[in-house]
């Protein structure tokens, strides 16, 4: 019976896409590619009732577990599952090599840049980014200014958003320097899969993710500030309405740490510290899942409920280290991102191992002229936008939409920037019909603390919606797990 | 642990045992709505026992408010199904479940998914399923909730702070609760006062008891004559009775000991319960009976009231 979803997995062009999808899974000429022979296997000795049952089993541990992601603007808090799918994104480890090493240059490169526009500017003075792009970004944060922190990192958590639009052909898609999140949908899905499927992980030798909370942890206590041997690390969270409130708490709960609130905090002497039911305790690292704006009512958004009063004098003072620092979200805001792979040139000496995408900025009027003429073949983001929103997809919009989006453009061109659109992996996923392919992206997570770290693959997100490309959990979008896998 | 977790975990205690006993009050009227009544005053005919939840709970004046009728249907929904009574069973499983999830790191997974389980079960009720399901059945069914909820806890959780702050708010709350379904005794007319000692007092003495889990216990240590004097012992003296108000202060107090061995500012806290631990242990029931049951249980009330506050101000919400 499960032979029939394997012949039954058809690639299709999407219209108005022009070339076939490159298939993790499928060769142009129907053929399996090597790293997902095993699993294909599997699949066609595989009754269709016990995958069936294997993905309603996964439905329900989801669920019973309350894991859930609130969704925004809808019936204002309801709780709803991320789909989970059961089919493994699959990346050949020497694949996987490669991009590591980019992962790891392009994050020091970034840390690099972000230590440099908070003291020196020296890339600012060569003229290889325009000043007025860093230092009149809004979450440019001259409190840094001249601010040494503990190893020079600023950015201790990364999410590297990756695509591949074709054979070894990968390209950074954006970076996340602020609050990235999905990593605890990572090390979930790896368990869900080891418990619902353990007979896969027989036959394969798959890489393991487990040990990323302790490799997070390890970096954290390497950055307490100066002199402390037995650091104290807390996870900050927004608290249980967040929308990512279970990976806080999930990912304190892993390091064995505290997870706290704003009104649990307190600063006095420019020391932060807990309440706890033995007196107050002393707090050296805060893994702070909280925007910059809402960190401190006294410093940035006087309104914000969810911060603590003092902590910027803290991290100032040196008492206390925020893993990421204040201010990275000018170095993963899309106008900076053209210069990121010059970046790597600058501070590296190095050629970039991965690539952007190509990359038409509407601010100068050569690119703006190209991308108003074709808005029909690229997608066109909005330089502040976040979460998929704020976006025209040019194959997938009418001329109406078009119209609209070039009023808009012509406007604030510098808010603008156009991509081509890429022709995303597809991946096999469960649908309605069967099996079937859908976009896939990949979200590595880099840990920078005395080195850079990587565990292997990352979170593997899928647009269930047949050809579409917005992987968005908050619009509808799933998970896979994800194997790297020794050849 | 911080404040505001130990805060949560003992509210969330606190609200399970409240829901567990609100289910047994209302199972005693429920129990004593079925007896012989002489009507006492015209147009409360078979009402009069279910003002006795609301009066014992202080909820009479919240009741009235919406609801100028007392009947068996308004007070049952009001107490099991009314969102804006923060007594109600459905309140307190939402405030249960709630508290758990703000502070799902301190307690184990089984315990979250059964709050979570039996939060998810309650919100498919209304009175009409209620009705169907039988109002014991029902109540049956929260008691059920609580008992599982309890057995998971003691059975998966690390004897650490977080344990201790449930023991101790599971245990406030039934003492509390205890007093005031004893106390239900005192607000239950009798058709005259030649009835007392007669068929009537015995139900309903027998409905307190069994709504305690305390009949068969009864019977066991005093035979079958039910009086006051004797009830009042079992559930307020003896500490081999786990419902009693002795067996509660036990916990109470053993556990604010070893909650304030660490702590500087509990002295003021750990005499208080001691005083109060003391009454119980070295009480007399003549010394009750005399003073009256439900004087004693009034001052009991407050007393433990009192506790409640003073555990708040050094544990739970102190000021810096």
Not at chain 1, 117 to 123: A, C, N
Not at chain 2, 250 to 277: C, K, M, P, V
């Amino acid at each position: 019976m499960a032979q029939g979803l394997l012949s039954s997995y058809r690639i299709t062009v999407d219209a108005p896409m022009s070339r076939l999808p490159y298939d993790e899974m499928r060769l142009a000429d129907g053929g399996i590619r090597p790293h997902y022979q095993s699993f294909a296997e599997w699949l066609g000795q595989t009754p269709a009732g016990r995958i069936a049952q294997k993905r309603e089993e996964a439905e329900r541990a989801f669920h019973r577990l309350g894991i859930t992601f609130a969704v925004y603007g809808e019936d204002s808090g309801t709780e709803r599952l991320i789909p989970f799918d059961l089919v493994p994104r699959i990346i050949p480890a020497a694949e996987w090599a490669m991009l590591e090493r980019g992962l790891k240059q392009r994050v020091q490169a970034l840390n690099a840049f972000l230590h440099d526009i908070y003291h020196e500017q020296r890339i600012l003075a060569a003229g290889r980014v325009p000043a007025e792009r860093v230092l009149g970004n809004t979450q440019y944060r001259r409190e840094m200014r001249g601010l040494d922190l503990p190893g020079g990192i600023y950015a201790h958590i990364a999410g590297v958003d990756l695509v591949r639009a074709g054979e070894g052909e990968w390209y950074v898609l954006e970076d996340n320097l602020r609050v990235p999140s999905g990593v605890s949908y990572m090390l979930e899905n790896r368990r869900m899969m080891m418990r619902l499927l353990p007979e896969l992980f027989a036959t394969q030798s798959i890489r393991p993710v487990q040990h990323y909370p302790d490799m997070l942890l390890k970096n954290l206590h390497e950055v307490s500030p100066a002199g402390e041997d037995a650091p104290t690390v807390a996870v900050l969270t927004p608290g249980a309405y967040n929308s990512a409130y279970f990976e806080h708490a999930f990912l304190a709960q892993q390091m064995g740490v505290q997870l706290v609130e704003g009104q649990d905090l307190f600063v006095q002497n420019d020391t932060v510290f807990m309440r706890t039911t033995h007196g107050p305790q002393r707090v050296h690292v805060l893994y702070r899942r909280v925007d910059d704006d809402f960190l401190d009512p006294t410093a940035f958004r006087p309104d914000s409920m969810i911060g603590v009063p003092g902590l910027l004098a803290a991290c100032r003072a040196g008492r206390v280290t925020l893993a990421n620092a204040i201010g990275t979200g000018v170095a993963d805001d899309k106008s900076i991102y053209p210069y990121v792979p010059d970046m790597i040139r600058f501070y590296l000496a190095e050629e970039p191992v991965l690539n952007n995408v190509p990359t038409y900025q509407l601010g100068g009027p050569a690119d703006r002229g190209y991308v108003l003429e074709h808005l029909a073949d690229l997608v066109v983001k909005e330089v502040h936008g976040a979460g998929g929103y704020g976006m025209l997809v040019g194959p997938a919009s009418t001329a109406a939409e078009r119209a609209v989006f070039r009023e808009r453009i012509l406007a604030a061109p510098g808010n603008y920037i156009a991509q081509p659109t890429l022709a995303l992996s597809t991946c096999p996923t469960f649908v309605e019909s069967g099996l079937a392919p859908r976009h896939v992206d990949l979200r590595p997570y880099v840990l920078s603390g005395k080195t850079v770290n990587l565990v292997p693959g990352g979170l593997t997100r899928v647009a269930l919606r047949e050809g579409s490309l917005v992987v968005n959990s908050s619009q509808g979008g799933g998970t896979k797990d994800t194997w790297v896998v020794a050849d | 642990m911080l404040c505001r977790v130990a805060s949560e975990l003992f509210w969330m205690a606190r609200h399970i045992e409240r829901a567990e006993n609100m289910a047994r009050m209302l199972d005693v009227t429920y129990r004593t709505s079925l007896l012989p009544y002489q009507v006492t005053e015209p147009g409360l005919a078979w009402a009069e026992p279910w003002s006795v939840p609301l009066i014992t709970s202080g909820l009479a004046t919240a009741y009235y408010r919406d609801n100028p009728v007392l009947s068996a249907e308004t007070v049952l929904r009001f107490m099991i199904l009314d969102s804006t009574n923060p007594s109600s069973v459905y309140c307190c499983l939402r405030a249960a479940r709630e508290s758990a999830r703000n502070v799902r790191g301190a307690i184990t997974s089984e315990m979250y998914e059964d709050l979570n389980t039996a939060w998810l079960e309650m919100r498919r009720y209304d009175y009409d399923t209620v009705q169907q399901m039988g109002v014991s059945n029902f109540l049956e069914w929260v008691k059920m909730r609580s008992h599982l909820f309890r057995g998971v806890t003691f059975g998966t959780m690390l004897r650490d702070e977080a344990y201790h702050f449930i023991r101790l708010g599971t245990h406030l709350e039934r003492a509390d609760n205890t007093a005031r379904i004893l106390d239900v005794k005192y607000h239950l007319l009798l058709p005259s006062t030649a009835d007392v000692g007669g068929a009537v007092d015995y139900y309903q003495w027998a409905a307190v008891l069994q709504s305690v889990s305390g009949f068969e216990s009864y019977r066991k240590i005093y035979s079958d004559v039910i009086t006051p004097r004797r009830v009042a012992e079992l559930l307020i003296l003896r500490d081999d009775m786990p419902r009693s108000l002795h067996c509660c202060m036990n916990f109470i107090h053993e556990t604010i000991e070893r909650l304030g061995e660490d702590h500087s500012h509990s002295r003021e806290l750990e005499r208080a319960s001691g005083q109060l631990h003391a009454q119980l242990h070295y009480g007399r029931t003549d010394d009750i009976i005399d003073l009256g049951l439900h004087e004693y249980l009034m001052d009991f009330l407050e007393r433990i009231s009192s506790l409640g506050d003073e555990i708040s101000r050094v544990f739970l919400a102190p000021s810096y």
